[in-house]
């Protein structure tokens, strides 16, 4: 008896691994028009992305926060020429202080009118102009927004009496914010 169960058993098994499903429901006719729509609804459906349940949640943009520079400027001790230290203060979701270098004389602060004088970069946020009388030369600071709403500009431009054609504001530094930013002038 165990010689004809062994064999039977192993087809039994051999048979149940090998079945297949059919469904239930199969068209007996499919007309040309249905069977060209399965085929675009299968090809549409094979290259479209998965829908919003499955897709990567996506980052929230960053909030724009406000930040206000001013300038500080200290007198470089023992200098001859007399030579001031300037700084730039940004004052936002952390305050830092940028040294902008040391320039001749006691710079002054441009506002609005001085500025459209003086050919000031268009957005220009703070600026001054600091100016030795005895050598004739000196510079004029803007900064102002970069490119994009993550970086602060600090442009220069030198002023000397002695030159023939006056020269043009160049980018000296561009420094980077941690977070897109309005820019304005401290009060």
């Known amino acids: 008896m165990k010689r004809f169960l062994l064999p039977l058993l192993s087809v039994a098994l051999l048979a149940a691994c090998n079945q297949t499903t059919k469904p239930a429901e199969q068209p007996t006719s499919a007309t040309p028009e249905q069977t060209a729509t399965d085929t675009v609804a299968a ?50 979701p952390e305050t830092k202080e940028i040294d902008l270098g040391s320039f001749p004389g006691k710079p002054d602060l441009i506002d609005a009118a001085k500025a459209q004088r003086a050919g000031y970069p268009a957005g220009w946020v703070v600026g001054f102009r600091s100016y030795d009388a005895a050598s004739g030369t000196g510079a004029d600071v803007a900064v102002l927004p970069g490119t994009d709403a993550t970086h602060v500009r600090i442009m220069q431009r030198r002023i000397d009496e002695a030159a023939t054609e006056p020269y043009t504001f160049q980018v000296s530094r561009e420094l980077s914010l941690p977070s897109p930013s309005n820019l304005s002038a401290a009060k």
């Open 43 to 92: 090809d549409a459906t094979a290259t479209t992305p998965a829908g919003p349940a499955t897709a990567a949640p996506t980052a929230a943009a960053p909030a724009v926060a406000d930040v206000h520079l001013s300038l500080r400027f200290k007198p470089v001790a023992d200098a001859q020429p007399k030579r001031t230290q300037a700084f730039l203060k940004l004052q936002g």
